[in-house]
């Protein structure tokens, strides 16, 4: 395996990509050596100038400035255009979205009725931010709640079945009665390469996570950031939004894998800072030791 320039760097991760078999979620300290990043990401502010065009820019509650996409269906939600890839990182989501490489890879999702789904900013970069039911012959995902939302909404969910795990998917093919789902499935660890194999009939091959990333970040064209100038709208914390959804039937969410490794190490994450998938027993055996 060809040795490339990279940074060894050890940092705390419990993406809900990872999945857990319990309401709370390990912490798994894990060594990831990756390539530089196309687009480097050392602060929140990074996202202002290449996510404007693509969306509006509002502050909400104690979450500060935060993102949402702009000429969207009503019914359009994170994670639900485009397919999974299977890499040394673990799965990735992949879309043809412009914002796909930043509010897929970094940050957390939120919902509110005012505003729909909008995105927080956080700069610790991941395959993806998600968390995972399975069960049935389905699998599902929902992206992962900022800190201090402890609930994940039914309709976050996207269900696919297992079979179908890897092909593209689209609103039109994403199964919509989530509540009933929910109830049939458990939350569960990413799925592994060989069930998807068993249940697709087709062979899943990984391939490096730089490329993916790369690809995407390619389009984003590096200038000098400066705050987007655009008018900003307050909205009431995100908490709110949290409380009233439990009225409708939530799913326990883990606590934020990134404030966690705030809160253990004392400094902010860098972008080169990269989650990995360490689903296997050799990564839960060191995070146990």
């Given at each position: 395996?060809?040795?490339?320039?990279?940074?060894?760097?050890?940092?705390?991760?419990?993406?809900?990509?990872?999945?857990?078999?319990?309401?709370?979620?390990?912490?798994?300290?894990?060594?990831?050596?990756?390539?530089?990043?196309?687009?480097?990401?050392?602060?929140?502010?990074?996202?202002?100038?290449?996510?404007?065009?693509?969306?509006?820019?509002?502050?909400?509650?104690?979450?500060?400035?935060?993102?949402?996409?702009?000429?969207?269906?009503?019914?359009?939600?994170?994670?639900?255009?485009?397919?999974?890839?299977?890499?040394?990182?673990?799965?990735?989501?992949v879309s043809d979205e412009p914002w796909a490489w930043a509010t897929y890879h970094y940050g957390r999702w939120n919902f509110t009725?005012?505003?729909?789904?909008?995105?927080?900013?956080?700069?610790?970069?991941?395959?993806?931010?998600?968390?995972?039911?399975?069960?049935?012959?389905?699998?599902?995902?929902?992206?992962?709640?900022?800190?201090?939302?402890?609930?994940?909404?039914?309709?976050?969910?996207?269900?696919?079945?297992?079979?179908?795990?890897?092909e593209p998917v689209r609103r039109s093919t994403v199964v919509v009665n989530n509540a009933t789902l929910i109830g049939k499935t458990?939350?569960?660890?990413?799925?592994?390469?060989?069930?998807?194999?068993?249940?697709?009939?087709?062979?899943?091959?990984?391939?490096?996570?730089?490329?993916?990333?790369?690809?995407?970040?390619?389009?984003?064209?590096?200038?000098?950031?400066?705050?987007?100038?655009?008018?900003?709208?307050?909205?009431?914390?995100?908490?709110?939004?949290?409380?009233?959804?439990?009225?409708?039937?939530?799913?326990?969410?883990?606590?934020?894998?990134?404030?966690?490794?705030?809160?253990?190490?004392?400094?902010?994450?860098?972008?080169?800072?990269?989650?990995?998938?360490?689903?296997?027993?050799?990564?839960?055996?060191?995070?146990?030791?």
């Amino acid at each position: 395996m060809k040795k490339m320039k990279s940074s060894k760097i050890g940092f705390v991760l419990c993406s809900l990509l990872l999945g857990c078999t319990t309401y709370g979620q390990p912490s798994v300290s894990v060594g990831v050596s990756v390539t530089l990043p196309s687009v480097e990401i050392r602060a929140a502010s990074d996202f202002y100038e290449p996510l404007t065009p693509h969306g509006e820019w509002v502050v909400v509650g104690t979450y500060g400035r935060c993102w949402r996409p702009g000429h969207v269906a009503r019914d359009w939600r994170p994670y639900a255009e485009g397919y999974w890839q299977n890499t040394d990182a673990g799965w990735y989501w992949v879309s043809d979205e412009p914002w796909a490489w930043a509010t897929y890879h970094y940050g957390r999702w939120n919902f509110t009725d005012q505003y729909g789904w909008y995105w927080v900013p956080q700069t610790v970069w991941s395959p993806a931010w998600v968390s995972w039911h399975s069960g049935g012959g389905y699998i599902g995902w929902a992206p992962l709640y900022p800190s201090g939302v402890v609930v994940i909404s039914p309709q976050a969910y996207v269900f696919v079945e297992e079979r179908h795990f890897t092909e593209p998917v689209r609103r039109s093919t994403v199964v919509v009665n989530n509540a009933t789902l929910i109830g049939k499935t458990v939350i569960s660890q990413a799925p592994s390469p060989t069930v998807i194999e068993k249940a697709s009939g087709r062979k899943v091959q990984a391939i490096p996570a730089r490329e993916l990333r790369h690809k995407q970040e390619a389009a984003v064209v590096r200038k000098e950031r400066t705050p987007a100038a655009t008018s900003e709208k307050k909205v009431a914390p995100a908490a709110d939004s949290a409380a009233e959804s439990r009225d409708l039937g939530t799913v326990a969410a883990p606590e934020s894998p990134e404030d966690k490794h705030v809160e253990k190490s004392g400094k902010p994450a860098a972008s080169e800072k990269a989650g990995t998938n360490p689903g296997n027993k050799d990564h839960e055996k060191k995070a146990k030791e």
